[in-house]
């Protein structure tokens, strides 16, 4: 067996994001369930305290660290920490919480991972997530997003960051069809040589490729978020991003 894909859990510590806005929105809430989450086998729980959804609308940099700092520091001696951010000081605070990887959605925070010494996520988008569809125009949608990942991934390993991953960022300035494009020629990432995540989980492309009448809803899309990351797997991603995580980790296994 090939050694298998990392499983990166989903925490969200906000009142507003897409799938689970709300949910664990206090710290120990989130804490309990980003221990779950271990337990059901993420080697990664990712902490974010901003949404990024389409139309989302940015929070100070002080209520995002009041959000995610205390549930970092608890679940830091248990499982290894990202930090979903778009802002150099929360990266900062929350490396100095314990968390050793950078999520970062606006792949512009290589010189915090550099400064501190952890792992770095650079992830494909335009603009800002509340305007961001409006940029989702292409001429060669697979090309533009591998050129521009893997010259921040270039500039970030330049600058010192050992740990460097590119995801084409599933959802953020891109249709249904660029997304579909993305997975199916996702090897030109993965011969980029940077070790490929990609998060598809519960996103709403997976319901309008569904082809029923009745489109699925945000929580019932376990289907099209698991077959997506097996194939993502299978086309050589060695990170997938979910929210279910006992199915992801049993499908990660599996497809490995
Ligand atoms: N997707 C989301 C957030 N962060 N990070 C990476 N590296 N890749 C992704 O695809 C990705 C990400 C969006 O999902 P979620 O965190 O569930 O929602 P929200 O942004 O509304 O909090």
């Known amino acids: 067996m090939g050694v298998p894909a990392l499983v990166m859990g989903v925490l969200n510590v906000t009142p507003d994001s897409f799938s689970d806005g709300g949910r664990w929105f206090g710290t120990d809430t989130a804490v309990a ?49 990202s930090v979903d951010t778009r802002k150099p000081a929360v990266a900062a605070a929350a490396v100095a919480a314990g968390a050793t990887l950078v999520n970062d959605v606006s792949a512009s925070l290589w010189e915090v991972a550099a400064a501190t010494g952890v792992g770095w996520v650079a992830m494909h988008m335009r603009g800002e997530p509340a305007t961001m569809q409006s940029e989702a125009r292409y001429g060669d949608v697979v090309t533009e997003v591998r050129d521009v990942l893997v010259d921040r991934a270039r500039r970030a390993r330049d600058a010192g960051v050992e740990e460097v991953w590119v995801d084409p960022g599933i959802g953020f300035a891109k249709t249904a069809a660029h997304n579909l494009s993305l997975l199916r020629h996702l090897r030109e990432l993965v011969a980029s040589g940077f070790p490929v995540m990609v998060g598809t989980s519960r996103k709403s492309f997976l319901a309008q490729v569904h082809g029923s009448v009745v489109s699925p809803p945000v929580d019932d899309r376990l289907e099209g978020s698991l077959a997506t990351a097996a194939w993502a797997i299978t086309q050589g991603a060695t990170m997938v991003r979910a929210h279910d995580v006992a199915a992801t980790a049993q499908l990660v296994r599996l497809a490995s």
């Open 33 to 81: 369930h980003g221990l779950q989450l271990v337990a059901e086998g993420a080697d990664v729980v990712d902490v974010g305290g901003e949404s990024t959804r389409p139309g989302a609308q940015p929070v100070s940099d002080v209520e995002e660290r009041r959000r995610v700092i205390p549930v970092i520091e608890a679940l830091a001696p248990h499982v290894r920490v």
